[in-house]
Structures are given as structure tokens and as C-alpha cells.
């Protein structure tokens, strides 16, 4: 493959759905470098193509799809998919990712991307095979739920398994719930700020991508095997990711009870409710108490990622995705479920319709909470929901995909439905000033996750849990009470996360330190690529995501919690600690950190020149700030 | 004789192996000219790596016209490319579907053990893919002299 540029398959595949052209742009070697892949071109071909009049819904609003560099190569957790595109909930930027095969398979097709564009004037799904590119009915496939229109495509195109990977949404998407996802290759979901809803309103069902015959090339396939290796042995032996290889994020429920983090009934406790086993709750019985498998991700070696089969209860025998920790928690504890058989149900309902699974937790308990305060009546919901009940929550999915009675509502999301019933009922109801759903966690035990959450710009955290700090200069622990240490962690971090997000990896295989990331985008890509440039890169996307969110109405006088979000714990771990009292402190912090302009919210000048985004002073400062 | 021994059930479909057999067999990583192979069956989570499983009596090697197939000091059947004039007639004769023929280069190609250190092996996380040496017990000798009329041996030497 002389042609081919190493890492890269050279080319970004367009599909404008208005007219049904389909194209391929190249990639050139300048913004492979500047951009890397996945957030960062997502970033850039959103500033560059979606105007400030183009909200979620228009046929303006681009959809990226993009994976990076490391996708088809033999590095762990490597097929990786960055939805890029301006969401439903904020309508700001998003960039939102699952892992699976896309990355992998789009790759031997020859492309790093796929951009949508447009409105479809009827349903379709996008057919990808090689060079051969085309936009088919998708009539077949309405109403199927994410994991039915898989199957659907598998016995249409006769492929099975990997060598077929099916990106898609299922009836909440068709239907533009605001949280709807974009689920893929069994369990995997970019699930944040309504991307589903994007893809729904631009008619498209599905992606299904043939795996190529194309091969990727590595600048130094041995040195790039040789750091695989490394990265595996980091990840299998640092204390700081032992348990992540051993169980995934299995371990969450317990450690984040500990630390008052596990959200409990809509944030009303932080306690384990009384008579609950919580043995059941444990990494390995979470695991051992389903029969269950590996269902890794191209190239991975992870113990992470499980298929299982529920072993009791009224959906005995169903196959269904290993839940993640966000999935014990918003499918589970969030809404008062204690029982994992249940939960696990729960939670694959969920991906199957395309909801995701934090917002829907912090949904579903609002409502529970009204019922059980009178805020919402029988009358209004249609039947009796109370705390933990799983079947109810699954007729509230069904109820949300049909938009029927009050589910017509409850698809706009907790923020827009608990300020449309208004009084008592909106007080109760947790979400962020700006619209995106925050995760499974209690933030109020996590100040360095809601700051993250609240100033964010991608339409979920930026910066994300701490990994080896000690490479920013900063302390390997801090107080997490400590508002000056919380926010100066999190404005240093910035960059980590949208760079390991532009690579086509996986969030959790890269929790090793940064150097090694470098150097092993510098084996497949025969960059001299070192850390600075690293950070820089992710740096520039996520400012620049800020920049588009600005150039949209977004700014910093709605960056903050929502009342309940923001409320003080009544028991628990750090039962009266108030984040709200620290509030301004923890902003000023950020603000100073980040080099971000504290009252307009607008990334300084001389910020955006250190990031090489002179050209993005004027549109943000005005004519004369250039000089 | 070292060979590839497969044990299906701890395999989690990740697909390493073909990366890494695709490396060795061309230099870049393209699954499509791997010549190990993972069966999945999503809706079961079901995998299964096959690949050549270096017959002792080799179809391919006999069917061969041109006598490009030959054995290698690690023990596998190999394709000599030089020899090799495409006819696919191996293909055709391995009972196991494992001899492969690549329309770009129009030669047949398949496991060769990455001469003595097969890559698939080496890069599997799960040790799903074993190189390992092969059992040389007479397993039908013994099913053999168990059905065998007695004395029906005696004094043959």
C-alpha cells in the first residue's frame, strides 16, 4: 500500500443526504498532524462547516463519525468511533464515543471518516464496503430496535460477527428524543448529548461497514507492537488500572459507595438502602452471577467488555451487554433498583432503544421522586411508578420511543420536562444549566467531575478522571474538597482526554501514561511525536469546541448545576459538604488555569496563539484583537 | 513438531491474531490477507480461530500440479510463490477451507507458522492460540489392538 499514508487510509468519505452525492475528500498530511483524528477533525469540520443558525436539527449540522490513527492497528481497544456533531441537549458541540469494530472496519475500507451532511428526504442507511459506497432504503428497518437492524443487515448482507459493523439507532432516535445514542456492534454507545437525535432527524438509520480488504501500514510495525505490548503490560500491572483490566468498570458500585459518589434514588441518599445484598454489588459477583463471555474490541486484550445471560426473573435466558458502572448506576441505583439481574435488563433496553443510559437514570428517578412527593400523578404518568421498578422503567423507554402521553415530553430530556411541569417538581430534577446529562455518579462527592461537567464544552466532561497527574506537574492526590486543588487539576488536564479521543482508541485502554500514547502514535505514524504536542493537539479541539459553543450562545453565565444537582448531601460520606458554597471559587480557579476569560468565557488571544489558533481570534475578539 | 493448538471457548473475538498474521504475510496489518480466521457468532457470542492445521497427510501438498507446496523446517506446508502458477487447485482439495488464493498477486497462500514463530500466538491476549507441541501417542494404535481378534497379532513383528 505505497499510497496509503502510515495510519491514516488518507481520505475522508462525505455523504450529502439532500442530494444522495457521496464523495471522498483527502486527509491531507498538515491536518493529519495539526488534527490527529476522531475529536480533533470532528472539532475542525465543525467550526469550519456548521454556522451559528444551524442548531441540532438543521440539515447544516453536520454529523462526523471519525475514528484516528491507532484504529486497525494491533494496539488494545482500537476501533474506535468519536461522534463529532452539534447535539440535541445543549445544542452546542459534542464529541461522544464507542468503541467496537467502526474504527477497525472503516479503516480497511479506506477511509478515517464518514461526515453527514444534509437531510435524507426518506429513510436510509449508508452501505460501505471498499470503494463501493451507497445509500440504501432503510424502510425495512424502521422500528427495529439497535440490535434487531444489526441482525436485520447481517442476514441481508449474509455476514456475521466482525466482519460487519452496524452503527445505528433504534425507535427513540427515529423518534428525536433529545438523549437518544448511537449504538453499535452489540453494546457499544456514543451515547451523549443526543447524537441519535442528530442521526434521526437527518433520516439516517443506520451505517453498516463491510470490513475492507485495504490494510493499514505502520510506519514502525515492530516499535508499534513493542509498545502495544508495553501499554498491555502497564494497563494489566499500574494499581491505578489493575482492576480496569481485571473487570472493566465493574468495581465502580462498591468504590463510589465508599466515597458517597454512588447516586442513590435521584440524589436523595448516599446510603445503600436497608436489606439490600450488597455482596451482589461486588466486581466479581457482578460478574459471576450471569453466565457470561468476552466480547472484546478490535485488538483488545482487556477483560472489560462482556456479553451475559440473566439468570433469573421474568427475562431469564436473555442475552444481553455486560452493563458498564454508568449502567448499574443509571439503569439501577439512580432509580432505586437493587437487584443486578433486573439492572442488567434494564440497561440493554435501553442501548437497544438508543437512550443513554445517564440521562434516562436521572430521568426515570425525577419521576419517581415526583410520584412519590405527588408532584406527578397516576393520572399524568399513565400508571404508578415506584422507586426500583424495572418493568415500570421499561414501559417509560417504550412510552419515550412512541412519544406517547406523557413520554412526548419526557423525550425532551430532565431539563426541558422538569421546567415544563415547573414548581416543587423542577427542583428535584438533576441536570446542568447548559443541557448535558452529567454521569453516573453523585457529582456532589466528585467536585472535580461537576466542574468538568458544568464548563464543559463537548456536551460531557472534557478533562475526566485524573490519569498519572504527575506528567501535568500535578500532585498524584488531592483533597477532593479542596476547590483551588479540584479546579486547577481539572484546568491542567485539559487536552488529555480530547487527545486520546482523536486517536481511534478506547478511554479506558489509554490510562497509561501519556509518553507511551506518544510513542506509539509515533511508531504508526513516523511522527517525531512527543508529549507537548500532545496536549497541545487535544488542547486546540477542545478549545475550539469552546469557540463554537460561544459563536452559538453558549457562554459561562449558564455553567453551573442545576438546584438539585448542585444540592448539599443529606447523609453519607460528606453528608452538609455544599459544593455550591465553593462555587465561584472553583470557577475563578478554572478560569485562571485554562486561560479562558473568566467574564466572557472567550479563550484568551494569546491562549489561542500558544494553540495555533490565530484564526480564531478575530471571529471570537473582534478585528483589532489580532494585533 | 510444534503445532497451533485453538481452544475456541477462551477466545473473545478481538481479532489480534489476524492483525498480527497479516503483518507477517504482507507487511501491513489487513485482516483480509490473514490466513487464520475467527468465525463469530455475535448473537451466541461465539468465536472460533481456525487455520491450517499442518495435516501430516497434506491434501493441498498432493493435489498441487506444479509441486509448489512443500514442508518447512518448522514442519508447515508451504506455498513457494516462485513455483506457484494460481490454479487453486489446493483450495480446492484442503478439506478445512485454510489455503487461501489472493486475486492480487494469483498465488495461493496460507499458515506457514511465521517459520517456527507463528505471530497469531504470540500477540493473543487470552492464550486462546497455543504453540505447542504436538501429542505423538498412537491414539488409534491402542483402539486398534482393543478390537483386534485375539492373537491375531502374535509373532508379527
Redesign the interface.
Given at each position: 500500500?505505497a499510497d496509503t499514508p502510515y495510519a491514516y487510509a488518507g481520505r475522508i468519505l462525505r455523504v450529502d443526504l439532500s442530494t444522495g452525492r457521496i464523495w471522498a475528500d483527502p486527509f491531507p498530511g498538515a491536518d493529519r498532524r495539526r488534527w490527529i483524528g476522531g475529536a480533533g477533525l470532528g472539532a475542525k469540520i465543525l467550526w469550519e462547516e456548521v454556522p451559528a443558525h444551524a442548531g441540532w436539527d438543521h440539515p447544516d449540522n453536520r454529523l462526523v463519525l471519525a475514528t484516528g490513527p491507532l484504529a486497525?492497528?494491533?494496539v488494545?481497544g482500537t476501533g474506535g468511533l468519536t461522534v463529532v456533531t452539534r447535539g440535541a441537549l445543549t445544542n452546542g458541540a459534542t464529541s461522544t464515543q464507542a468503541n467496537g469494530?467502526f474504527g477497525?472496519n472503516l479503516k480497511?475500507c479506506g477511509y478515517d471518516a464518514i461526515v453527514f451532511q444534509g437531510q435524507s428526504p426518506k429513510w436510509v442507511y449508508l452501505h460501505v464496503t471498499d470503494d463501493k459506497v451507497e445509500l440504501r432504503d432503510a424502510s425495512s428497518l424502521l422500528g427495529k430496535d439497535t440490535w434487531e437492524t444489526?441482525?436485520a443487515l447481517?442476514a441481508e448482507l449474509r455476514l456475521?460477527?466482525?466482519?460487519l459493523s452496524v452503527y445505528s439507532i433504534g425507535p427513540a432516535g427515529e423518534k428525536l428524543a433529545r438523549f437518544a445514542a448511537i449504538q453499535g456492534?452489540?453494546g457499544h454507545v456514543a451515547s451523549k448529548n443526543g447524537c441519535g437525535a442528530v442521526m434521526g432527524k437527518k433520516r439516517v438509520k443506520a451505517v453498516a461497514i463491510e470490513?475492507?480488504?485495504?490494510?493499514?501500514?505502520?510506519a514502525h510495525?515492530h516499535a508499534l507492537?513493542a509498545t502495544s505490548e508495553e501499554m498491555?503490560h502497564s494497563l494489566k500491572t499500574d494499581p491505578s488500572t489493575s482492576s480496569l483490566y481485571q473487570y472493566g468498570t465493574l468495581p465502580g458500585v462498591r468504590n463510589l459507595h465508599g466515597m458517597g459518589a454512588l447516586p442513590i434514588r435521584n440524589y436523595t441518599t448516599n446510603v445503600w438502602p436497608e436489606g439490600v445484598d450488597v455482596k451482589l454489588w461486588e466486581a466479581k459477583s457482578l460478574r459471576e452471577g450471569f453466565d457470561h463471555?468476552?466480547?472484546?474490541?478490535?485488538?483488545?486484550?482487556m477483560h472489560h467488555c462482556h456479553?451475559q445471560v440473566i439468570r433469573s426473573g421474568p427475562h431469564k435466558g436473555e442475552?444481553v451487554d455486560e452493563p458498564e458502572y454508568e449502567g448499574w448506576a443509571g439503569a439501577g441505583w439512580a432509580i432505586g433498583a437493587t437487584d443486578p439481574q433486573q439492572v442488567s435488563w434494564l440497561n440493554t433496553r435501553l442501548d437497544r432503544a438508543c437512550l443513554d443510559v445517564n440521562e434516562f437514570g436521572w430521568l426515570c428517578g425525577w419521576v419517581m421522586e415526583c410520584q412519590q412527593k405527588g408532584y406527578i400523578t397516576d393520572k399524568d404518568l399513565g400508571f404508578r411508578l415506584e422507586w426500583g421498578d424495572v418493568e415500570g422503567a421499561g414501559r417509560l423507554i417504550q412510552m419515550i420511543c412512541r412519544r406517547e402521553g406523557m413520554g412526548d415530553l419526557l423525550a425532551e430530556g430532565v431539563k426541558i420536562a422538569s421546567e415544563k411541569i415547573g414548581g416543587k417538581a423542577a427542583e428535584c430534577a438533576i441536570y446542568t444549566m447548559k443541557g448535558e446529562s452529567p454521569r453516573g455518579h453523585d457529582h456532589r462527592s466528585r467536585w472535580e467531575e461537576m466542574l468538568d461537567t458544568c464548563t464543559a464544552s463537548s456536551g460531557t466532561i472534557d478533562s475526566g478522571p485524573a490519569v498519572f497527574p504527575t506528567e501535568f506537574g500535578l500532585p498524584a492526590r488531592i483533597s477532593p474538597q479542596d476547590p483551588v486543588a479540584v479546579a486547577r487539576q481539572v484546568g491542567t488536564l485539559r487536552g488529555r482526554r480530547h487527545f486520546e479521543d482523536s486517536l481511534g482508541a478506547c478511554i479506558f485502554t489509554t490510562r497509561v501514561p501519556i509518553d507511551l500514547l506518544c510513542r506509539s502514535l509515533a511508531a504508526a505514524t513516523g511522527w517525531d511525536f512527543r508529549r507537548d504536542e500532545a496536549i497541545r493537539a487535544g488542547r486546540r479541539a477542545v478549545t475550539l469546541m469552546r469557540a463554537f459553543n460561544l459563536r452559538c450562545g453558549i457562554g459561562p453565565g449558564i455553567e453551573k448545576p442545576s438546584k438539585r444537582y448542585g444540592s448539599t448531601p443529606v447523609d453519607g460520606p460528606i453528608a452538609g459538604v455544599s459544593i455550591m458554597d465553593q462555587w465561584e471559587k472553583l470557577l475563578d480557579t478554572w478560569y485562571e488555569t485554562t486561560g479562558y476569560d473568566r467574564a466572557s468565557g472567550r479563550p484568551l488571544p494569546e491562549t489561542l496563539r500558544a494553540l495555533g489558533l490565530e484564526d480564531v481570534i478575530e471571529p471570537l475578539w473582534g478585528a483589532g484583537a489580532r494585533a | 513438531m510444534r503445532v497451533l493448538k485453538i481452544i475456541p471457548e477462551r477466545c473473545t473475538g478481538c481479532m489480534r491474531c489476524e492483525l498480527a498474521c497479516s503483518y507477517e504475510q504482507t507487511g501491513t496489518f489487513q485482516p483480509s490477507k490473514a490466513v487464520i480466521r475467527v468465525s463469530s457468532f455475535e448473537g451466541h457470542t461465539s468465536y472460533a480461530p481456525y487455520t491450517c492445521p499442518q495435516c501430516a497427510e497434506a491434501w493441498c501438498l498432493t493435489a498441487c500440479p506444479v509441486e509448489a507446496i512443500g514442508i518447512s523446517p518448522a514442519g508447515a506446508k508451504e506455498v513457494m510463490d516462485d513455483i506457484c502458477v494460481g490454479c487453486k487447485l489446493c483450495t480446492i482439495a484442503c478439506p478445512y477451507g485454510t489455503v487461501f488464493y489472493d486475486p492480487d498477486s494469483h498465488k495461493a497462500f496460507k499458515c506457514d507458522l511465521c517459520g517456527g514463530k507463528p505471530a497469531c500466538a504470540t500477540v493473543c491476549p487470552t492464550q486462546a492460540i497455543l504453540y505447542v507441541e504436538a501429542g505423538t501417542e498412537d491414539w488409534l494404535g491402542s483402539f486398534a489392538a482393543e478390537r483386534a481378534l485375539p492373537g491375531a497379532l502374535a509373532g508379527v513383528r
Open positions: 500500500m486497525g492497528l494491533p488494545w469494530f477497525a480497511f444489526q441482525q447481517e456475521t460477527g466482525h466482519r456492534d452489540y470490513r475492507g480488504a485495504k490494510g493499514v501500514a505502520a510495525p507492537l498491555a463471555r468476552g466480547h472484546q474490541c478490535s485488538a483488545c486484550g456479553m442475552l | -
